[in-house]
């Protein structure tokens, strides 16, 4: 299919392997949804990047009238899933590609998921959680967007050098279930992302 440059789902979770192998050799994932829930958190709680990790560079180009993917100058075709656990049996299936949500949980860092991945030839889109306004969260609020710009640029020094990093993930569904009009949350969103572009040119960002 000229200009994917592939998918990844999240949702509700197929426990059928074959079926897994068949979608993803068929490349039939399109519309279909995986989620893989974790049973014991994958964390590491390492306060900044090793000195040895060296980035992949990752980028999106035009090619042919489409978009084509490159991670370190060859094409990437994501065949992915949402979650933190059970990335074996992801890698046994053919995909080659996680999502997270969040760089912390419970003050943890995703040292050790990012390491496990690359050890299986897993690629992960590192998520930023932003927080909803119907939860209560003010994007007008001067200090509650101030602390998530600061995680953002945290999870930046700390991952950018990672090789299992593929993209950078920018919120997720934060525009709410209405309109999606208010313009202070794309303004954060932006400002994030270009936050991203200016801290480390190695690898594209997306928002959900």
Not at 78 to 106: D, F, M, P, Y
Not at 141 to 150: G, K, L, M, S, T
Request: charged residues 20%; contains cysteine.
């Amino acid at each position: 299919m000229m200009g994917m440059t592939g998918v990844i789902c999240s949702g509700a979770w197929f426990g059928n392997r074959q079926m897994i192998q068949m979608l993803f050799s068929r490349r039939l994932i399109a519309g279909l949804c995986l989620c893989f829930f974790p049973t014991e958190p994958i964390l590491g709680n390492d306060k900044a990047p090793r000195p040895e990790q060296r980035a992949i560079p990752v980028r999106v180009e035009r090619v042919d009238g489409g978009w084509q993917l490159f991670r370190g100058d060859e094409p990437y075709f994501i065949r992915g899933a949402g979650g933190t656990s059970q990335l074996n049996l992801l890698a046994a299936c053919g995909g080659n590609s996680i999502r997270t949500w969040h760089v912390r949980e419970k003050n943890l860092g995703i040292d050790a998921l990012l390491d496990e991945a690359h050890q299986l030839g897993l690629t992960v889109t590192v998520g930023s959680w932003h927080e909803h306004e119907r939860h209560g969260f003010n994007y007008n609020n001067a200090d509650q967007v101030a602390e998530q710009f600061a995680e953002v640029a945290d999870a930046v020094r700390r991952y950018k050098d990672h090789p299992a990093v593929l993209l950078w993930s920018v919120g997720n569904e934060m525009e709410g279930y209405a309109n999606g009009d208010n313009a202070a949350i794309w303004s954060h969103v932006n400002s994030c992302a270009a936050l991203v572009k200016r801290s480390e040119p190695n690898h594209p960002t997306m928002t959900v």
